[in-house]
């Protein structure tokens, strides 16, 4: 990849994050990048889709990465998932409430009207899903019982982080925190 290409796509992720798909503009994102004009379309010939699938497919990766090595910081389940949703919470407030979910906004906004973006958003929410998945099997849980505590967890996050930015409190991932963290703890005595 190209230093040109790269920042398109971080630009993107960004912007995507914070004000979503259709506020975003092509000129927003050269602008911001500091990226020629040119170079936008020389290597997003397809425009704004294909940059925001790269921009998707990224934030994917690296908050799956994220997830993942946060979570192997601590042996507890119940802990490690708890003290991941309360660091969320000091993100989301560092922000300034602009951040924290970085799919959440596109995700919604191409739910229904752009299969190819709702693809990319599914498949990096899989990998979110994956890495709780993989801790929880790790931690003793079956596969069937880690698939539907993943869902459950990445569920409440989302909601979380979007009661956080609506109220400009960090206290209701906190919340979700402390419940997830009790959730688990009752959930591995089974």
Known sequence: MTAARDQIIETACDLLESQGFHATGLNQIVKESGAPKGSLYYYFP???????????????????????????????????????????????EASSFRSGGPLMTIAMETAATNERLNLACRTAYQQFQGAFEAKLTASGFSAERALALAIF??????????????????????????????????ASRR
């Open 46 to 92: 397809q425009g704004k889709d294909e940059i925001a699938e790269a921009a998707i497919a990224r934030a994917g990766s690296a908050t799956a990465q994220r997830i993942a090595a946060s979570l192997a910081e601590i042996d507890d389940p119940a802990e490690a998932v708890s003290t991941f949703v309360a660091n969320i919470a000091g993100y989301v």
């Open 153 to 186: 967890i990445l569920s409440a996050i989302e909601g979380g982080i979007i009661l956080s930015r609506t109220y400009h409190s960090g206290d209701p991932l906190r919340r979700v925190a402390v419940e997830l963290g009790a959730l688990l703890r009752t």
